[in-house]
């Protein structure tokens, strides 16, 4: 029978708490993630713009964002589909933060876990056509759903998809992406993005960098 070991990383957390004005939980989070120094700790929690990675490395972002400037203009009105998980739900208050800040006509649909399963659904791609909606958003999903984005398009909606989750291949090995207008994902085997494995969220704050920038 398997035996599990937990690896308790030490640190003196109280201190860490103390120095940086954090509870004792997030100290012992920041050294699981391998923050020893103060130095790095530091660096961590105050991370500026110019230490991030180019957000224009991901494939599609700027076709994105074009679509999306035409849409905010023409006033379209606006959905974003995410998911019910954690990184789901960041990454559509992070859309719709944004998107609300520049004075879009923009919601938000999460998908039921029983009734609508993962990602966009077709029953939530004719709810948005009956809404009205002209425009879609996936975040945290939506690089599977090419029967779902194909739906959408063939009634006349736009949709860009933004994802982070592994891209289906076909038997060639070459990506089999949905047919959106957009397609927003660091594993795309034509990103240069260097850190494949971010997630959902974060491709929602780079693609939202890009429209600020």
């Given at each position: ?13 109280n ?29 961590y ?11 224009f ?8 964002v ?6 905010l203009r023409?006033?379209k ?10 990184d ?13 800040g520049?004075?879009a006509?923009?919601?938000?649909v ?12 077709t ?24 029967d779902q984005?194909?739906?959408a ?26 047919e959106?207008d957009?397609?927003v ?6 990103s240069?993005y ?20």
């Open positions: 029978m398997s035996k599990w070991m937990i690896s308790a990383k030490k640190a003196d957390f201190r860490i708490a103390q120095t940086f004005h954090l509870s004792p939980i997030t100290a012992r989070l920041l050294r699981n993630r391998g923050l020893v120094e103060e130095s790095e700790i530091a660096a929690l105050n991370c500026e713009e110019g230490g991030l990675r180019d957000p490395l991901l494939p599609d972002v700027e076709r994105a074009s679509i999306l400037q035409d849409k023409e006033k009105k606006i959905r974003i589909i995410g998911d019910y998980d954690v789901g739900i960041c990454s559509s208050y992070i859309l719709w933060k944004v998107l609300n520049l004075q006509e923009v919601d938000v999460l998908p039921h876990r029983i009734r609508d399963g993962y990602g966009i659904s029953l939530l791609v004719d709810q948005a056509k009956k809404d009205g909606v002209d425009t879609i958003l996936t975040c945290d999903n939506g690089i599977a759903a090419r984005v194909k739906h398009k063939e009634v006349g909606m736009t949709v860009i998809v933004s994802d982070h989750h592994d891209v289906p291949k076909e038997g060639s090995g070459e990506d089999l992406l949905p959106a957009a397609v994902n660091p594993k795309r085997a034509d240069s260097p850190f494949h494995d971010i997630c959902g969220a974060v491709v929602a704050f780079k693609w939202m960098q890009v429209l600020l920038h």
